[in-house]
Each structure stands twice: as structure tokens, then as C-alpha cells.
DNA sequence: TCTGGGGTCCTAGGACCC
DNA sequence: TCTGGGGTCCTAGGACCC
């Protein structure tokens, strides 16, 4: 039977434990990183119920104590890197899932450095002394094997699941913990009676395909059967890139999306200028006050990168998903995104030239002098900071956004810069 | 007091092609 | 009178993850 050797290492309640770390008033107290929306949760403040993703309101009415603080999301990247570093001490097979979380396969480097379960302690006491952070770690012989044995782990603990009692672990866990199972799919199985994994690995595949549809019932039944052939990815290129702005209540005309929509784009494409990328299909999200959100999204036959395109396509795309509900009078986010992303080198710059006459549309020259602009305004960007220079139309309130640093945490690397 | 931001993957219907 | 069948791409929506 093959080895337990996969790791899954979890930095517990990461930007709270950095809070913590950077300043020692703040340890064995309920903290919060945020404000108006709890970021991350200390285990302190997780007693009282509080959760990522709460409003600071709820949070503070939880937990009357709760320390705010507003996040130091340099540190978070820096400690981030360092904590997946340690484990790439051990092996070059490390898919980095996020700032905090990672898979490493170990059966290349048990003969150095003993067995896995001695290495995931290693790693564990390794983090804890030289970063001052503490981390949880599954081992198992399946990722996702692994990382339900991280989350039983937590806080600050080693899980290591033996081969030969797999199926026992998994008996009695609740789905919830599946990956895959989120809070639809834990009522759905719920209204079935379903709540463990056993009980999910005794259903019938045929009535979970049509509880959940084919795809999401064959992946549950698998893993609920333990069967997981997915194996470690050490590079991943993204397949999309986007940017989104909550607006709280704002009235939905041209003169608060546009604003809106330039910034954004010019978000996404610097981001994908600087990698020397570009995409074909432009993706708009319009969220209404009520919540409800639509999408509207258009495919182009050549990938662009240039700000101001697709800035002009999610205007457009935005009026129309507008036009469709003609009843709606206010938003509450924009969202734009470019998918089917390719490389795209700088020789885009020359290529017209070299082109016979058809393919020198006015379209596709106008395509390429805003291209060039917008590179001219990277470099001095780069050279100068963000703020140097940008379209004289974009005077975007940004009073409500998150912190810049923030969202470039959560930025997948869209791919090594060829 | 309305609930952040960045992603992936799946489904279903329709257009279009051969 | 009668209608087949497979494949790909696009669009919109939704669930889920960190």
C-alpha cells in the first residue's frame, strides 16, 4: 500500500497570529484584522463566534472585547513566504494554495530527513521558532486526505492519517469539512440525512449525481470512498484575471459606474500588461442593492490588455446588464475580469507594420497606439509609484475600498514573466 | 448596519459547423 | 410531413475556495 506522503501545512488564524506576533499586548486576546468587515479572526476571538468574512458590527456585538486592528499586510506576505519556504527545505514538491496554506509531497526526501510525520514536525517546530507563527500540518496519503487531517489539527497540532485507517477517520467527520461541500451542498445533504462522511460513502453515487448534478456527485463520492488521484502541481497559471469594488449604495447611472469601471480596469490590465499578457473575453458583474447580481461578458477575437478597451467594453456590457433591469436604481459592486488569457510579447508593438494590408484594421492600430500609451504609463508608474500618473478621467472614490496591499494577498501570479 | 476581494470549476441552453 | 448526430464555442448563472 502506498505511503502516507502528503503534507498539508495551514498557518492557524495567519493575520491574526502575525497581529499577535508584531505586538505582544494583542496575544491571548480576541482580535480582529478588518473593520468594516472582519479579515481574519484570532482563536481568542473565534470563541465568541466571531468569523472571516463577518461584518465588524456583528463581530463587535459577538465579542464586546474584540481588538481591531487594521492589518500589516506586508508582514502577512513576507511570514507567508517564509513559513512555504521552510517546507520547500525539504522538497522542490510544494503546491502553494494561498498566502497560508500549502501541499508538499514528501516521498522524494524521506531517506534525508526521516519520515513524513518526523518532517511534519520538523517543519511545525521549525515555523514556531523562526518565525514565532504556529502552523498545522495533515499527513496522509491523498491531498485531500491531508487536508481534512490539517483542519482536525488546528489549533497547533500534527495529524497524520495511517493508510490503514483511512476509512475510520473519515467515518465519522462531518461533510462540511469535504472540499467541495459548502453550505448549499451541506443543506442539500442534510435534507437526506446525510451529516458524516460515512453516512455520504453509504449513499448510492446514482441518487448523489442527482442530488448535485453529475460532476459534483461522482467528485463526492470519491472522496467520500477515499479515492483522490489528484496529484501535487507545483505551477499554476491563472486563467483569469479581475478586479471588483464594493460601492455600498450608489445610484446606477454612467456617472458613478464609469468612474467605477475605469479604475478597475485599469487594475486588471496593468496587472496583466506587467506579465506580458492579454485576454480575449471581458466579464462584468453588476450586485444590486438587494444583492442579486448579474453577469454579462463578451469574447473578443483578439486578446487585449489596453486600459481604456477594456475599460470601454465593461461600460458597455454594464449598460446593458442595466438596460435588462430597468427597475433596478442602485448597485452595490462592479466587478470586471479578462479570461481566455495568452501571452502576448511586447512585439505586439511592430506587428502591424509587418502585416499585409487586411489585417491592419483602424480597429486593431488604435488597439496597439493605446497599448503603447499605457506601457509608457507602466514605466513611469513603476518608476515613480502608482499614483504618478493615470487617466485624468478616473477620480474614483476610493474611501470605502480595501487597503491596496490587501488585494494584492489575495492576486493568484498570473504567470513567471517569460 | 446592509455583506471584502481574488480566484476555479460546473451546468445548461443556444449558435454554428460538418 | 417528420428531424440526425457529434463537436466546439459562447453566454449566464451558481457553488465553492482562500
Redesign the pocket.
Known amino acids: 500500500m502506498q505511503q502516507a506522503n502528503i503534507l498539508h501545512a495551514d498557518l492557524d488564524a495567519f493575520y491574526a497570529s502575525v497581529e499577535q506576533l508584531l505586538n505582544p499586548e494583542l496575544r491571548g486576546k480576541p482580535i480582529a484584522v478588518g473593520g468594516?468587515?472582519v479579515?481574519a479572526a484570532s482563536y481568542e476571538a473565534k470563541a465568541f463566534g466571531v468569523r472571516?468574512?463577518m461584518?465588524g458590527?456583528k463581530a463587535r456585538e459577538l465579542c464586546p472585547h474584540l481588538h481591531f486592528v487594521r492589518g500589516t499586510f506586508e508582514q502577512y506576505q513576507r511570514l507567508g513566504d517564509l513559513a512555504i519556504a521552510v517546507l520547500e527545505d525539504f522538497t522542490p514538491a510544494v503546491e502553494r494554495?494561498?498566502?497560508?496554506?500549502a501541499f508538499a509531497d514528501v516521498s522524494g526526501c524521506t531517506h534525508l530527513f526521516g519520515t513524513p510525520g518526523e518532517i511534519a514536525a520538523t517543519i511545525r517546530r521549525r515555523v514556531r521558532e523562526e518565525l514565532g507563527l504556529p502552523i498545522s500540518v495533515g499527513v496522509a496519503r491523498t491531498k485531500h486526505l491531508a487536508?481534512i487531517a490539517s483542519q482536525v489539527a488546528k489549533p497547533d497540532g500534527l495529524v497524520i492519517v495511517d493508510p490503514g485507517s483511512e476509512r475510520e477517520f473519515l467515518h465519522d467527520l462531518p461533510v462540511g469539512l469535504?472540499?467541495?461541500?459548502?453550505?448549499?451542498?451541506?443543506a442539500k445533504l442534510k435534507d437526506e440525512g446525510i451529516f458524516t462522511i460515512g453516512q455520504l460513502a453509504a449513499t448510492p453515487g446514482r441518487s448523489l449525481r442527482g442530488l448535485l448534478?453529475?460532476?459534483?456527485g461522482d467528485k463526492l463520492s470519491d472522496l467520500a470512498w477515499n479515492r483522490d488521484p489528484r496529484a501535487i502541481v507545483t505551477e499554476r497559471r491563472?486563467?483569469?484575471?479581475?478586479?471588483?469594488?464594493?460601492l455600498?449604495?450608489r445610484p446606477a447611472t454612467e456617472a458613478v459606474f464609469k468612474p467605477a469601471l475605469r479604475h478597475l480596469a485599469d487594475?486588471v490590465s496593468t496587472?496583466l500588461r506587467a506579465k506580458s499578457l492579454a485576454g480575449?473575453?471581458i466579464t462584468v458583474r453588476v450586485r444590486f442593492?438587494?444583492?442579486r447580481?448579474?453577469?454579462?461578458?463578451?469574447?473578443l477575437d483578439a486578446p487585449i490588455s489596453a486600459t481604456v478597451m477594456v475599460a470601454e467594453i465593461a461600460e458597455e456590457l454594464v449598460r446593458a446588464a442595466l438596460a435588462d433591469h430597468p427597475r433596478e436604481k442602485t448597485i452595490?459592486?462592479l466587478?470586471v475580469?479578462v479570461?481566455?488569457i495568452s501571452e502576448q510579447a511586447d512585439i505586439q508593438l511592430e506587428l502591424p507594420l509587418g502585416l499585409p494590408d487586411e489585417k491592419r484594421r483602424p480597429g486593431a492600430r488604435q488597439g496597439i497606439a493605446r497599448w503603447s500609451a499605457d506601457r509608457a504609463m507602466d514605466a513611469v508608474r513603476e518608476r515613480f509609484g502608482r499614483e504618478a500618473v493615470g487617466y485624468a478621467a478616473v477620480h474614483f472614490d476610493r474611501r470605502q475600498?480595501?487597503p491596496d496591499a490587501?488585494?494584492e494577498l489575495?492576486?493568484?501570479n498570473?504567470l513567471p514573466d517569460a
Do not use: Y
Open positions: 468594516g468587515v479579515l472571516g468574512g461584518s458590527r494554495i494561498s498566502i497560508d496554506e487536508k469535504m472540499w467541495g461541500v459548502g453550505p448549499v451542498t451541506e448534478g453529475t460532476a459534483a491563472a486563467r483569469s484575471a479581475g478586479a471588483q469594488s464594493a455600498g449604495r487594475r496587472r480575449r473575453t442593492s438587494d444583492m447580481a448579474v453577469t454579462r461578458s463578451m469574447t452595490s459592486l466587478a475580469s479570461s481566455h475600498t480595501v490587501f488585494r489575495a492576486e493568484k498570473l
